[in-house]
């Protein structure tokens, strides 16, 4: 399984960006998938996930009522849809994919495949 991240840049605060994650393979619908973030200096930090076939969504709190995880089985691809971005939100976005369950886990070790990360920079 390849994932491919896209849709960072530069963006003020109070702005929008929505992330993708396009995904090879064709299982992509039966695995939990999670968003993750990492900004300089800090250790990797759950963002987002959503069971296999989009049924439930999970967040971390900072990112409830903001962010928006969604996913197109049938375009194979994941999204993180992000509104109302704070500077605190700049970080390298990892999509991720739990190919052994449909229910997500909010642990980054739990997870077997990762994109290669988009950045998103939030100025103030």
């Known amino acids: 399984v390849q994932l491919q991240a896209s849709g960072g840049g530069l963006v003020q605060g109070g702005g929008s960006l929505r992330l993708s994650c396009a995904t090879s393979g064709r299982t992509f619908a039966s695995y939990a998938m999670g968003w993750f973030r990492q900004a300089p200096g800090k250790e990797r930090e759950f963002v987002a996930a959503?069971?296999?076939?989009?049924?439930?969504?999970f967040y971390t709190d900072s990112a409830k009522g903001r962010f928006t995880i969604s996913r197109v089985n049938a375009k194979n691809t994941l999204y993180l849809q992000m509104n109302s971005l704070k500077p605190e939100d700049t970080a390298v976005y990892f999509c991720?994919?739990?190919?052994?369950?449909?229910?997500?886990?909010?642990?980054?070790?739990?997870?077997?495949?990762w994109g290669q990360g988009t950045l998103v920079t939030v100025s103030s």
């Open positions: 991720a994919a739990d190919s052994r369950s449909g229910w997500p886990n909010l642990k980054d070790h739990k997870y077997d495949y």
């Open positions: 959503i069971t296999w076939n989009g049924g439930s969504t």
